[in-house]
């Protein structure tokens, strides 16, 4: 079954992109049955809206649409708006036979098979088992409905993908460049039921600056030059510009709203992250709280003969640094932006990724205000949260019981 490829969203226009999917949203509501559809459009060029439009469009007709995303922040931005791993009870230890956890006769099932249309956003973020593990469950949902379902792509679900694969892709530990590619929704077999024409004009746009050719025929490096407008050349303190270029005049501002919701700064490692979060740290002149975790090894551990213990000291995992686990050391002022590492109350807004600003802080619980897209200015308490690490690469499960925060610059 053909996937065709909505044209790339390549205006923020609003009144144009209503008009140019006016035709589309209609052929998707007389035509709802087995299509698969994948927007494309970068940072910023609609797709939310896009979203916003075609949910509109279909509800007021009396179906259900599902709103999904692949983060809790994206989820924020959507009606109705859930994770993906919580709509479909995806498995977070993803295999090539992964199946999502729902069963035929339960509510969860009822409704999919009440659902018009199911939104994915942010899709590319996500590796490409998930999708295999929902296309396999929804046929299995849907099969008894119909046996040649069981032959169509998500059981025959109306589902509209959507994303940039310019940005961030699936996360793989320790991967290389073709084990992130192999693991991304172009490589899955779903994509290649895909209308290669259609999908040839974008492909090849897409891998201009993949394949090295706007810096000439190369083996796989080159220079490019960078626009002397978005370019930061300072040698002598390059962080300290890009502090003052993102945040100037932090110390008026920052206890305007929106002046964190408006500016971020992003970098590719833990390190360079810390370095521009100590730095701007130090330009408030409160006083700091240091707040240090209590860790300690699972009681599970210790049924093995073979653990010892006392080899693992309170230092030793003081000092491990686990990705999607706050480290041991936490240190906060009042007015610092920080970001939730957990979902708590998804409903409020309060999910992964979710950005707040330090209103107060206690020994037990701090004070903070959302300053995300939604819910803003709403006040919450953050309680401490003991949080076991799945990661691979350590040899025994610990406990880490911490504020579920980090610096957000």
């Known amino acids: 079954m053909p996937i065709p490829d909505l044209d790339s ?13 006016e035709y589309d949203i209609t052929a998707m509501k007389t035509e709802f049955d087995r299509y698969v559809f994948f927007v494309y459009g970068y940072g910023g060029t609609g797709k939310t809206f896009l979203w916003k439009t075609i949910f ?25 708006g859930r994770t993906t791993h919580s709509r479909f009870i995806i498995p977070f230890e993803l295999t090539e036979d992964s199946v999502c956890r729902i069963n035929p006769d339960s509510d969860l099932a009822s409704l999919l098979r009440k659902t018009s249309l199911i939104i994915w956003d942010e899709a590319p973020m996500v590796h490409k088992h998930a999708f295999e593990a929902l296309d396999r469950s929804l046929k299995d949902v849907f099969k008894s409905e119909n046996s040649s379902n069981s032959d169509i792509p998500f059981g025959g679900k ?3 993908f959507g994303g940039d694969f310019r940005q961030i892709l699936p996360v793989i530990p320790g991967g290389s460049r073709q084990n992130i590619v192999n693991a991304s929704l172009s490589s899955s077999y779903l994509w290649d039921q895909s209308d290669i ?11 201009d600056i993949g394949e090295g050719k706007l810096g000439g025929i190369n083996d796989g490096e080159t220079v490019i030059d960078i626009p002397d407008d978005i370019f930061i050349n300072d040698a002598h303190d390059p962080i300290g510009s890009l502090i003052e270029c993102v945040y100037p005049s932090i110390l008026e501002k920052y206890s305007n709203t929106s002046y964190f919701q408006e500016r971020a700064i992003l970098a590719p490692k833990n390190e360079v992250v810390q370095e521009i979060n100590y730095r701007l740290l130090s330009k408030f002149s409160r006083n700091e709280v240091e707040y240090l975790s209590s860790d300690s090894i699972c009681q599970s551990e210790f049924v093995h003969d073979q653990f010892d213990a006392n080899l693992y000291s309170p230092d030793v995992l003081n000092g491990l640094k686990v990705s999607g686990l706050q480290n041991h050391k936490l240190v906060l002022k009042i007015g610092v932006p920080v970001m939730l ?59 880490r019981r911490q504020f579920p925060l980090a610096s957000s610059k």
Do not use: Y
Not at 59 to 79: Q, W
Not at 197 to 207: G, S, T, V
Not at 346 to 365: A, E, F, M
């Open 158 to 160: 109306v589902i509209v």
């Open 197 to 207: 024409e259609k999908i040839e004009d974008f492909a090849n746009w897409l891998l």
């Open 341 to 399: 590492l957990r979902n708590i109350d998804q409903k409020n807004g309060l999910c992964n990724g979710t950005r707040l600003q330090v209103i107060s802080l206690g020994k037990r619980v701090i004070e903070a205000r959302i300053i995300s897209r939604t819910n803003i200015g709403n006040h919450t308490f953050i309680p401490r949260m003991s949080l076991i690490p799945s990661e691979k690469k350590i040899p025994f499960k610990f406990r």
């Open 56 to 80: 509109a469009a279909i509800r007021k007709d009396g179906h259900i649409v599902l709103n999904v995303a692949s983060s809790g922040i994206a989820s924020l931005l959507l009606p109705g």
């Open 9 to 21: 969203v390549s205006s923020s226009n609003n009144r144009l992109i209503t008009e140019e999917l």
